[in-house]
C-alpha cells in the first residue's frame, strides 16, 4: 500500500510499518501506565518493565524470523539487522517478552500474575497498530483471492508481490487482535483470579493465528513435513500450555478463597 509515508531529500523519513508499531506502542503503555495506577501499581515500574520487554520482543521478533528463513541471512549475514524492512514473528517476540518481564516482575517484587494481567490487553491493541504496519508496508501478506475485498499491491517498494490480488490477511489480523483486546477489557472485570488474561490472550491468539496461517502467502517456515506452518505448531504448544495454567491458576486461586 504506502510502505513509505515521508521522504526528503531521496532519505526515507517516515516508514509506516515503523510509525504504526510506535504508536501501538504509546497506546499500549498509556493503557497499562493507566490501569496499574488503577489496581495501585507503581505505574513508573510498569514503564521500566515495559522498556525491557519491547527490546526483548525486538529480539526475540527478529530472531526467531531469521531462523525461519536462515537460507536467505547465510550470503548476507548483515541483513539480519535490517528491522526497517521487516521480518518480524511474533510469537518468538512474545516468547521472549514474557520471559523477561516474568524476570523483571520478580526484580521489582510486584505480584507476578496481576502485573501480567495489565500488560496482556495492552499487548493485543499495540499488535492490533502493528499488524495494520504490516498491511502498509506490505509483509505478512496472504495468498492469492477472488473474493471482492482482495487487495493487490502495486508499489515497487511494497514487501508483497505486485499485481496480484491478496487476502488481506494483516486486515484479517487487526480485526481479530481488536476483537480480542475487546474481550481482554470484558473481561479483566468479571475475572476471578489473576493471571486470567495473560493466558486467555494467549490461548485465544494461539486459535486465532492457527486459522489466519492457511491464508498467509509469504514464506514462514514449515513443519511437519510442510503440513503445518511454524507459527501454527508454536501455537499449538502455546494453547496447550494456556490451558494447564488457566487450570493451574484458578484451582490455586479457588483454594486461597477457600482459605480466607
Known amino acids: 500500500m504506502h510502505p513509505i509515508l515521508l521522504t526528503i531529500g531521496g532519505f526515507n523519513i517516515i516508514k ?18 493507566r490501569q496499574a495506577a488503577r489496581e495501585g501499581i507503581d505505574p513508573d515500574k510498569i514503564i521500566d518493565i515495559a522498556f525491557y520487554v519491547l527490546l526483548a520482543a525486538l529480539i526475540g521478533s527478529r ?3 531469521v531462523l525461519t528463513n536462515f537460507k536467505e541471512y547465510v550470503d548476507n549475514p548483515l541483513d539480519i539487522f535490517k528491522i526497517w524492512e521487516g521480518g518480524l514473528v511474533f510469537y518468538g517476540g512474545l516468547i521472549l517478552a514474557v520471559a523477561i518481564g516474568i524476570w523483571c516482575i520478580r ?42 475485498w482482495a487487495v493487490t499491491f502495486t508499489d515497487p517498494r511494497s514487501l508483497a508481490p505486485q499485481g496480484i490480488p491478496l487476502h488481506p490477511t494483516q486486515l484479517y489480523s487487526s480485526l481479530g ?36 496461517e492457511f491464508l498467509r502467502g509469504d514464506p514462514r517456515g514449515s513443519c511437519f513435513g510442510g503440513l503445518l506452518s511454524s507459527a501454527q505448531t508454536i501455537g499449538i504448544f502455546l494453547a496447550g500450555i494456556s490451558v494447564v495454567m488457566l487450570l493451574y491458576l484458578r484451582k490455586r486461586g479457588l483454594r486461597a478463597n477457600v482459605r480466607r
Open 177 to 212: 487482535l481488536f476483537a480480542i483486546f475487546a474481550f481482554l477489557i470484558w473481561l479483566r472485570k468479571r475475572k476471578t483470579f489473576h493471571g486470567e488474561l495473560l493466558w486467555s490472550y494467549t490461548l485465544v491468539y494461539a486459535i486465532f493465528r492457527f486459522f489466519i
Open 63 to 65: 530472531l526467531l524470523f
Open 16 to 33: 509506516s510499518y515503523g510509525l504504526m508499531i510506535a504508536i501501538g506502542i504509546l497506546v499500549g503503555l498509556f493503557l497499562a501506565r
Open 107 to 148: 526484580r521489582f517484587s510486584l505480584p507476578l500474575w496481576q502485573v501480567t494481567d495489565i500488560f496482556a490487553p495492552s499487548v493485543a491493541i499495540g499488535h492490533t497498530f502493528g499488524r495494520i504496519g504490516c498491511f502498509l508496508a506490505g509483509c505478512c501478506y496472504g495468498k492469492p483471492s477472488s473474493l471482492p
